[in-house]
């Protein structure tokens, strides 16, 4: 059996691969999960966990990835003002997607709030944001905006993945779209790096911008049934 350190390597490989090879490397990697997680003895299946994907969501991003997960994960969904907190019994993995607005994370209250039912499950954040995690700066963003509703502690048990989002400015509030227009304002004098990215809030009034890609949950996905598998071999 393979031991969770060669696991934990198959999930995070594809974020220190680059190039011509980490579309390659990613089906590779997607069959051996595959053949892992259908492993069976004897004729009997592998044991499937029970998993709920719950999302808040103001334009929509999050949803779609929300609803991408649980089918591949044939996981149960909610919209967050849908979901009970007394259903987490239910469950033995919990997923959590919420938007970043401002630096901070839609939803993630929902945990803060249950940790000490939750403390025992599977738990996985996944943000949305229109900014590209990838950035070491706004990485940094990302867990601030966690570390202001989880404590570091609540952070250790949580497993967290970051998508990119979209942006439709003619879909906004009022209020997001003011503090769009400061925004794009501000990044006419920004002479730091950060300028670049800063163009995005201004080209998303021209037209809006996109980063929604499926392929970006694959290792959220991967993660889930790897989970699965060593359940299955204890």
Known sequence: HLNRQLLSVLFNIDKICVGFFADYLTIFIDLMLIKLYTV????????????????????????????????ALGADCFNIRKFNKEQFAQYDTVILGGGIYAGNINGISLISKNFAQLVDKHLIIFTVGIKDPGQPRNAEEIEKGLLKVLTPDMLEHI????????????????????????????????????????????????????????????????????????????
């Open 159 to 234: 497993k967290v993945f970051s998508f990119r989002g979209a942006l439709d400015c003619d879909k906004v509030n009022v209020l997001h779209y003011s503090m769009l227009k400061i925004l794009a304002q501000v990044t006419d004098d920004l002479t730091t790096p950060d300028v670049d990215e800063g163009r995005i809030f201004q080209e998303a009034f021209e037209k809006p911008q996109n980063f929604i890609e499926y392929d970006q949950i694959k290792p959220l996905v991967n993660y889930v049934k790897t989970m699965a598998y060593i359940k299955e071999q204890r």
């Open 40 to 71: 069976n003895s004897q004729g009997k299946g592998c044991e499937m966990m029970s998993i709920v994907v719950i999302y808040k969501t103001k334009y929509g991003a999050t949803q779609q990835y929300a609803e991408w997960i649980a089918d």
